[in-house]
């Protein structure tokens, strides 16, 4: 693609030394989903992701980056290629490392919250509980609630504050501030930066983009399943003159 | 309050320039201790890289100075603090003259427009 020739990657942590082991490395995947009109969701992608970043995985609607992330956790298998994180496999070690927020809830709508948060407490050995109620208060959200007494955006931020409160190493958010009101998406970017870890980084799936990209050190453009673009936002801004929102419209106008 | 920034230009220039403008200003007081890069990334809604990147470039120009023990300090260094303004106030007209330019009018007359139109001084106290 020549897009990627354009930018060129300076600005761009110094993930390829040989010597850092970077967090996430994906090499040459591809993912082709069975049956008749098969197609490739995921087509020979390899980038690697550093520790101390927040990424921004853009791209148009059935672009592959959802295939993507869940290949990263693990609950889908790639055709070929590999993903390594920490160098290892996607298992129940790598499970560990990751805290994942998934497109759709998977939460037991009959649970109250805090019975959730205990939930998780028993299920993820680091999950701060501390953090959690401390978030849920700052959102005014009542512990002894019925999940399924609460808004689509309320849930939201209930299950994006549970993924937040644990003490992981990657962070991989699909979608997480679809639902949620312009008020408490700024509260939740904003408790994104205050608890940044420099040891953790973020990966982040949005069409929000204006939104969250001042947040953004570095975003990856998909296409087609394809990786298009891999750089940093004042990259991009510096060199194309437009916001990573603008230029993300240009690239991909219908 | 997140800080405003245009959506066009590198986010870390920008965030550059609204501290610059806050230490000629006397919002940071030479001498003062600055906010912690978490603590200025959380207030601007910025990424704390960023935040970094910024601070880094504006201890490099000596208008910030990093001490082990106590974080991150405005200079004490006045007359650069004053240079700095200067610089900014020379780049802010010499844009303003090339706009007048491209409308057409000569030195004098753009001379002669601000003698004619300069605001009252009560307006000038923000």
Not at chain 1, 47 to 71: A, D, H, Q, V
């Amino acid at each position: 693609m020549n897009e990627q020739n354009t930018i060129n990657q300076t600005g761009m942590p110094e993930n390829n030394s040989m010597t850092v082991m970077p967090l996430l490395q994906v090499n040459d995947l591809c993912k082709r989903y069975p049956g008749a009109g098969s197609y490739m969701a995921v087509y020979h992608m390899s980038f690697s992701i550093p520790r101390g970043r927040i990424i921004g995985l853009l791209g148009p609607n059935g672009c592959g980056k959802s295939t993507l992330i869940k290949m990263v956790n693990g609950l889908l298998a790639p055709t070929s290629g590999a993903v390594y994180i920490n160098g290892m496999v996607p298992g129940p070690e790598t499970k560990m490392v990751i805290s994942y927020l998934p497109e759709r809830t998977y939460l037991d709508n009959s649970m109250k919250v805090c019975q959730m948060i205990d939930y998780f407490c028993d299920f993820y050995t680091n999950f701060s509980k501390e953090k959690a109620y401390y978030m849920l208060g700052a959102l005014g959200i009542d512990l002894n609630a019925r999940l399924k007494t609460l808004s689509k955006g309320t849930k939201e931020k209930v299950q994006l504050i549970l993924v937040m409160s644990r003490e992981a190493d990657l962070y991989i958010l699909d979608e997480p501030i679809a639902g949620v009101d312009p008020a408490a998406r700024d509260y939740i970017l904003r408790a994104i930066i205050s608890n940044y870890n420099p040891n953790a980084t973020i990966l982040l799936s949005t069409h929000l983009i204006s939104d969250i990209e001042n947040v953004l050190d570095d975003v990856i453009f998909m296409k087609n399943g394809s990786l298009m673009l891999h750089a940093s936002v004042d990259s991009i801004r510096s060199q194309t003159g437009k916001s990573v929102d603008a230029y993300f419209r240009e690239v991909y106008a219908c | 309050m997140a800080w405003e920034l245009n959506s066009d230009r590198p986010i870390y220039s920008q965030i550059l320039e609204k501290i610059q403008t806050r230490i000629i200003c006397g919002i940071y007081q030479p001498g003062e201790r600055l906010p912690s890069v978490r603590e200025l990334a959380a207030e601007a809604s910025v990424n704390p890289n960023t935040m970094q990147r910024a601070l880094s470039e504006l201890e490099h120009s000596g208008l910030i100075i990093t001490q082990r023990s106590s974080g991150r300090m405005v200079t004490e260094d006045t007359q650069m603090i004053q240079g700095t303004k200067r610089e900014i106030a020379i780049a802010e007209i010499k844009a303003f003259f090339a706009n007048m330019r491209e409308l057409g009018y000569s030195s004098e007359e753009i001379l002669q427009l601000i003698n004619e139109n300069q605001p009252r001084s009560d307006a000038l106290t923000q």
